[in-house]
Nanobody, 124 residues
Framework: QVQLVESGGGWVQPGDSLTLSCTDS????????VGWFRHDPGKERELLGA????????YYGDSVKGRFALSRDNAKNAAYLQMNSLKPEDTAVYFC?????????????????WGQGTQVTVSS
């Protein structure tokens, strides 16, 4: 089983960039697909994007396409969410999630393992 920990969240101003990291202390993330989600109270959990186990395939949700980028470094058992041109509406708790398999997974219920989340606040 993977044990996911997100890091890199914080407070930024509109237009700034921020990179979130998702690391796995069990060093088995290489076998898992990763998804990035966010949740703002009062809203549904939103899939931002997903990346397959190799990093060769990615999917992006419409709200972040062109602004956010997913990547991973399997040698470091880590996945990343690069966020650019941040807006106040990007304020939320951001989660990474993982599941075994070789595809791209777009549904919340397809993910078995979740990190604890990291808060991102975009405000002037």
């Amino acid at each position: 089983q993977v044990q996911l920990v997100e890091s890199g969240g914080g407070w930024v101003q509109p237009g700034d960039s921020l990179t979130l990291s998702c690391t796995d202390s069990t060093r088995t993330l290489t076998s898992y697909a990763v998804g990035w989600f966010r949740h703002d109270p009062g809203k549904e959990r939103e899939l931002l994007g997903a990346i397959d186990w190799s990093g060769a395939r990615t999917y992006y949700g419409d709200s972040v396409k062109g602004r956010f980028a997913l990547s991973r470094d399997n040698a470091k058992n880590a996945a990343y969410l690069q966020m650019n041109s941040l807006k106040p509406e990007d304020t939320a708790v951001y989660f990474c999630a993982a599941r075994a398999g070789f595809g791209i997974f777009r549904q919340t219920e397809e993910y078995n393992y979740w990190g604890q989340g990291t808060q991102v606040t975009v405000s002037s």
